[in-house]
């Protein structure tokens, strides 16, 4: 009897810690982050990356020979440089040539034009009182219009000597000549481009023709300015798919209204091809993947309840979920790695 006491006494005790240990284990609480549920919206997008060009641009060269003058901007009280705004029609650039102005004759054509324009109205009237024969009346108006065609070319000619843009843009290049320097035919005078409209060509995966579709919104970022996002649209489509690899072309159409993005840059596009409103939207890296399923966990009275959740609308960050939440759960965010069903959880913030 003396041998059993000191073995029950240490099965009492052995007892006793273990029931202290469960009793302890108990009341341990997982400390977690919640998010309750709300309504919210999702857009299944597909990513695309490429150069953004824009949709005017011309490379402006002389059409005659002459000496090179850079005018003033109007703007700045400065000669024109790189970086300029001008509107349609601005005059930049000057070429004089005394002989070549010489031999338009401008100022003989316009008085032949006048003569001529006298001597056809006079025809019509002795004509009409049956002074003049058809044949007469028809060899003034032919005078006359030879003379408009003559003075009007003339004046084309001259116009050549005043370089002008053609559309409203910014001088994105503005070659040096010197001052009055007699520059050849066919000088590069200065490159415009208006970019308040881009466009993105891009070549897409065969597997996304079917979901790309024209009028589709994109939203297009730069890395450069990540604050700000620009709006887009896919303007084309081809049909044909490449068969070295395995993708289709497409072009968007991306508003740039305040100048944000320029061209050349590198733009990101995402291009929506579905969305939803209203709908429960979690973010995937809460999402556990097991064999039962795809499972996240909610808090309820204190506990962690494991859910199986089903996947609707997806994109790289975001998931809708069309069974196994509901509005108002509060989802668990943070510590769920550890989470079992039903363990015990502490929420914190």
């Known amino acids: 009897m003396k041998r059993l006491i000191p073995f029950i006494i240490a099965v009492t005790l052995l007892a006793s810690c273990n029931k202290d240990e469960k009793d302890l284990n108990k009341d341990i609480s997982i400390p977690v982050s919640v998010e309750e549920l709300k309504p919210q919206s999702i857009e299944k997008y597909i990513e ?8 005017k641009e011309i490379s402006k060269k002389s059409e005659i020979a002459g000496n090179y003058i850079l005018l003033i901007n109007p703007k700045t009280n400065k000669k024109f440089a790189l970086g300029d705004y001008v509107k349609e029609g601005d005059e930049i650039i000057r070429l004089e040539d005394k002989e070549y102005e010489n031999n338009v004759k401008i100022n003989s054509l316009k008085l032949s034009l006048e003569i001529s324009k006298q001597v056809f109205e006079k025809q019509q009237s002795l004509f009409e009182k049956g002074g003049v024969t058809v044949s007469e009346l028809k060899n003034a108006e032919i005078n006359f219009i030879n003379s408009d065609y003559n003075y009007k070319d003339a004046l084309i000619r ?50 996304d023709l079917a979901f790309v579709k024209t009028n589709q919104k994109v939203k297009i970022t730069n890395y450069t ?43 990101k596009g995402e291009i929506i091809v579905a969305s939803a409103d209203s709908t429960i939207v979690i973010p995937k890296s809460v999402i556990l993947s097991k064999q039962r399923g795809n499972t996240v966990f909610v808090v309820d009275k204190g506990l962690a309840q494991e859910r199986v ?38 929420v914190i913030k």
């Open 309 to 346: 959740v089903t996947f609707g609308l997806e994109n790289p960050e975001e998931v809708q979920i069309i069974s196994g939440l509901e509005k108002n759960d509060r989802l668990v965010i943070k510590g769920f790695e550890t989470l079992r069903n039903r363990s015990k959880v502490k």
């Open 225 to 267: 300015i990540p604050e700000d996002t620009l709006s887009g649209i896919v303007s084309q489509i081809s049909p044909a798919i490449n068969a070295d690899t395995r993708s289709f072309k497409a072009v968007i159409d991306i508003k740039n209204s305040d100048l944000l993005m320029r061209p050349g840059m590198f733009a």
């Open 48 to 55: 695309t990356t490429g150069t953004v060009n824009p949709v």
């Open 158 to 207: 001259l116009e050549k000597m005043h370089v002008k843009a053609p559309f409203s843009g910014v001088i994105v290049d503005l070659p040096y000549y010197t001052p009055t320097v007699k520059i050849d035919i066919n000088s590069l005078m200065f490159k415009l481009m208006d970019y308040s409209k881009l466009y993105l060509e891009i070549n897409l995966a065969e597997k």
